[in-house]
C-alpha cells in the first residue's frame, strides 16, 4: 500500500459477515484495481457459495432480533451510522476515487448523497405505519400492519460504490430487515469501510453483511442468493441482461424483486427552450461520473430549428469546463475499466464509419492511462447506429435532430427502457404534455440534476421494478398483513 493508503484507516482487506472480518473458506482473494492509473490498490476474499451460504445463515439468525426491536432503535442506531458516516466523509471519499476513478470533489458529492439515505431511512424507520379499514360488518374491524420481509439480498453495481448501497440497505434496516451486501468487483472497499461503520455505530452482528466475489464468482453468488429459502427478497441494481437473470432465478421462491436497470435516457431541447439553460442540464445530466450512471441523459434530440446554435453552444462547454485528469482542478475521471473503455469506443467507431460528424473527441485519450476516453461530441446520427439505441455509458454525446414534438416523443420512447428522461422547454403546456407521455419512470423538466434521497427513484419498461428513495423506498423491504378482529 502506498503511503496515502496505509493513512486510510477504513481500507479492509476482509469480507464482513456475523460481526467479524474473515476471508474466504478457500482462502482466494482477488485485486483491487485502481482505474486512474491501472495500479493495485489491494486484494479482497473471493468468496464462493459456501462462503454466501454462511452470509446468509448470519442474516438469517439476526432477523428475528432485530425484526423484533423498536422504530426508534433502529432510527436510533442508523443515526449513528449517520454521523460516523459524515465524520469519515473525507476518507470515504478518498476510497471511492481510488477504487472507481472519480475525481475528489465528485467523490464528497457521491459520499453527501450516499450519507443522506442512512439519515432519511434513520427518519423514516420511525414512520412505518399500519392503517385500520373501514369494517362493513358491526363485528369485525381490520387492520393492516407492515412487516419487514425478512433477509434481502443486495447486489450492486461500480458506478456509486457507497449510494447504491446506502440506498438499499438503509431501507432494509429501517423496516426491520437484515442483509447481505455484494458490492460490484470494481469497488468493494468503499462496502467494506461502510460495514465498518455500521458496526462502530452499533448495529448488531449479522444484520449487515458484506461479501466480496471476483466477476467469475458473482454469477454462482447470485444464484444462491436468489435461490436461497432463507432470503426473501433481492434488490439488485446494473445491467438489464443481469438484471433478467436474477429475476428469473428469483421466480422459483416467489421472492421480493427490486430492480434498477440499464436507462437510455432521452435529452430533448425543444424550440422554446432557454438553450443555455438546456447547455448546463446536459453537462451535468451526461459528465457526472464521465458519463457512467444510469440517469445520464444518453440521446441528445434537438429541434430542427435550434439544432446548430446548441451544438455549438454544447462544444463549447464541453471544451472549456471538462477537465480530464486526476490534479485537484480535475472534474472528469477515467472509465471503470479497459472492456468499458473498449465497449464505448466501439459505439463511437461504429457511428463514424456509418457517417457520424466528430465534432470533439472521437476515441481514447492514450496520453492519460489505459482508462481514459475523450469527451465526444457527435452528429448526423442515424437509426442504425449503436448509439442511436445503446446505452453508452461514458462521455459521448450523440445529437439527433427532430422536426415536431410528435417525432421527438416518437423516438425518444422508441426503446425498451425506461428510467429517465430531460427536457427543455419555455411552453408550459408543451411541458405538461411531453412529461406525461414520456415512457420513464423519471422526468427532468428544465432541469439536468434529479437525483436526491428525497426522490422516489426507478424506472418503468426493461428498466426496471420497484423504488429507493423516499417514502416508497420502504415498501420493498415490507409486506402488509391484514389482521381481522371478529366477534367483538
Ligand atoms: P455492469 O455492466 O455495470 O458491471 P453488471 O450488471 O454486470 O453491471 O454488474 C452489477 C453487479 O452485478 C455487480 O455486483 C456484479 O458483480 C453483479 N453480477 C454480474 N453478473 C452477475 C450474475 N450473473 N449474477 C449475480 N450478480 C452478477
Known amino acids: 500500500f502506498s503511503l496515502m493508503q496505509r493513512n486510510m484507516s477504513l481500507l479492509r ?41 454462511a452470509a446468509i445463515d448470519s442474516a438469517h439468525s439476526a432477523f428475528k432480533p432485530w425484526a423484533s426491536t423498536t422504530a426508534k432503535e433502529r432510527s436510533n442506531l442508523l443515526r449513528k451510522w449517520f454521523n ?14 481510488i477504487e472507481a476513478g472519480k ?20 427518519e423514516e424507520a420511525r ?50 430487515c437484515t442483509c447481505v451486501i455484494k458490492p460490484a468487483e470494481d469497488t468493494p472497499l468503499t462496502a467494506l469501510a461502510l460495514a465498518q461503520l455500521a458496526h462502530d455505530a452499533g448495529i448488531p452482528k449479522g444484520v449487515l453483511n458484506v461479501i466480496t466475489a471476483s466477476r467469475d464468482n458473482a454469477a454462482p453468488m447470485g444464484k444462491i442468493l436468489c435461490e436461497s429459502p432463507l432470503v426473501r427478497g433481492l434488490s439488485f441494481t446494473g445491467s438489464t441482461a443481469v438484471g433478467k437473470i436474477l429475476y428469473q432465478q428469483c421466480a422459483s421462491g416467489i421472492k421480493r424483486v427490486s430492480l434498477e436497470l440499464g436507462g437510455n435516457a432521452p435529452f430533448i431541447v425543444f424550440k422554446s427552450a432557454n438553450l443555455d439553460q438546456a447547455v448546463v442540464g446536459a453537462m451535468a445530466s451526461k459528465f457526472r461520473n464521465c458519463g457512467q450512471t444510469c440517469v445520464s441523459a444518453n440521446r441528445f434530440l434537438i429541434e430542427e430549428s435550434v439544432f446548430d446554435q446548441f451544438v455549438e453552444k454544447l462544444k463549447v462547454a464541453m471544451k472549456t469546463e471538462l477537465k480530464q485528469g486526476t490534479g485537484e482542478s480535475c472534474n472528469t475521471g477515467p472509465l471503470i475499466n479497459v472492456t468499458q473503455l473498449q465497449r464505448v469506443d466501439n459505439i463511437v467507431q461504429d457511428a463514424v464509419k456509418k457517417g457520424a460528424t466528430v465534432h470533439l473527441g472521437g ?94 427513484f426507478g424506472g418503468i419498461k426493461e428498466s426496471g421494478i420497484g423504488r429507493e428513495g423516499s417514502h416508497h423506498g420502504i415498501e420493498e423491504y415490507t409486506d402488509v398483513k391484514y389482521m381481522c378482529f371478529g366477534n367483538l
Open 363 to 456: 476515441g481514447p485519450a492514450k496520453e492519460l492511462g489505459e482508462r481514459w476516453y475523450q469527451p465526444t461530441l457527435l452528429t448526423n446520427i442515424k437509426s442504425d447506429m449503436l448509439c442511436y439505441r445503446e446505452e453508452i455509458f461514458g462521455p459521448v454525446v450523440a445529437c439527433i435532430k427532430f422536426k415536431s414534438e410528435e417525432e421527438g416523443l416518437k423516438i425518444a420512447n422508441d426503446t425498451p427502457v425506461g428510467l429517465a428522461g430531460y427536457f427543455f422547454s419555455g411552453d408550459i403546456a408543451q411541458c405538461w404534455r411531453v412529461g406525461k407521455a414520456l415512457e420513464v419512470g423519471m422526468v427532468g423538466i428544465n432541469e439536468g440534476m434529479i437525483s436526491s434521497t428525497e426522490a422516489a
Open 127 to 176: 414512520r412505518i405505519n399500519g392503517e385500520i379499514a373501514a369494517s362493513p360488518a358491526k363485528s369485525k374491524e381490520m387492520l393492516f400492519i407492515r412487516q419487514p420481509i425478512g433477509v434481502a439480498a443486495l447486489i450492486t453495481p461500480w458506478n456509486f460504490p457507497h449510494a447504491m448501497i446506502t440506498r438499499k440497505a438503509g431501507a432494509a434496516l429501517a423496516a426491520g
Open 13 to 53: 482487506d476482509k469480507a464482513f459477515v456475523n460481526g467479524e472480518w474473515i476471508t474466504s473458506k478457500k482462502g482466494k482473494s482477488f485485486d483491487v484495481i485502481n482505474p486512474t492509473d491501472g495500479s493495485v490498490i489491494g486484494q479482497v476474499p473471493d468468496m464462493d457459495v459456501e462462503d454466501t451460504k
Open 84 to 97: 460516523l458516516l459524515e465524520e469519515n466523509k473525507e476518507e470515504l471519499a478518498r476510497l471511492v476515487s
Open 103 to 122: 475525481p475528489f470533489k465528485e467523490s464528497l458529492g457521491e459520499v453527501f448523497y450516499g450519507n443522506s439515505f442512512i439519515e432519511w431511512f434513520s
